[in-house]
């Protein structure tokens, strides 16, 4: 089995890790602080620690990292023997490709919200052409790799975001103006909304929720 490393366990990390976990598929996690390290993988029974000295000999290092720690890893970890995989959305992989030209670097950029996958599994990953097939086969044990241009991926998760947002202030708003209880408020916001709209992409709308639906359909 290939050696891999997993460098990030925040939320996204820890959802990667949760998943590889279910499908009993052992993954090396590096952190800085050891102690950080330790205190991750008592939650799972795949996940292996490793030391900064053995992350030179992985041959898969993936960069669940925020935006502005990946090329300050990169600087500082500087392996030609490795496969790097970019998984920042916002950052695009052929910049980093330029800037740093010895290392080989690809992209693997996850669609959605890092709860989901951990709650839920089943991912959905954007990759380029060219990527090593052992990558390839890694994520899909835990969802759907497609080829394309990664880099819609950014776009794809601002405006899913920034609509979601919109969407929660605006009926958060609407709520409060008509003075009702904040327990029902939040109520409304975290379990009805969101459970509608997942309901309405899958074509599984109650009786109510399909007449408020129709109504929506008539006014425009």
């Given amino acids: ?122 991912g959905y990953f954007i990759t380029e052409q060219g990527v090593p097939d052992n990558i390839i086969s890694l994520f899909s044990k835990i969802g759907e790799v497609r080829k394309g241009n990664p880099d819609v991926v950014y776009e794809i998760n601002k405006l899913a975001t920034y609509y979601g947002i919109k969407a929660a202030v605006e009926l958060e708003k609407e709520l409060k103006s008509k003075n009702f209880d904040p327990v029902v408020i939040e109520r409304a916001l975290i379990s009805i909304a969101p459970e509608v709209m997942k309901a309405y992409l899958k074509g599984d709308l109650g009786h109510f929720a399909r007449s408020v639906a129709e109504q929506m359909q008539k006014q425009e």
């Fill in 1 to 122: 089995m290939k050696s891999i490393a997993l460098v990030g366990i925040g939320r996204l990390g820890k959802a990667l890790v949760k998943q590889w976990d279910n499908v009993n598929q052992k993954i090396g996690i590096y952190h800085p602080s050891n102690e950080k390290v330790n205190l991750f993988i008592t939650n799972f029974s795949n996940g292996i620690p490793v030391s900064a000295d053995k992350l030179p000999k992985m041959e898969t290092i993936i960069l669940a990292l925020p935006a502005e720690k990946v090329k300050e890893f990169l600087k500082l970890h500087h392996y030609t023997n490795s496969t790097y995989v970019n998984m920042a959305t916002s950052v695009q992989t052929t910049v980093l490709q330029k800037e740093f030209p010895n290392l080989q670097i690809v992209s693997m950029k996850f669609v959605g919200h890092a709860q989901d996958l951990y709650l839920n599994g089943n």
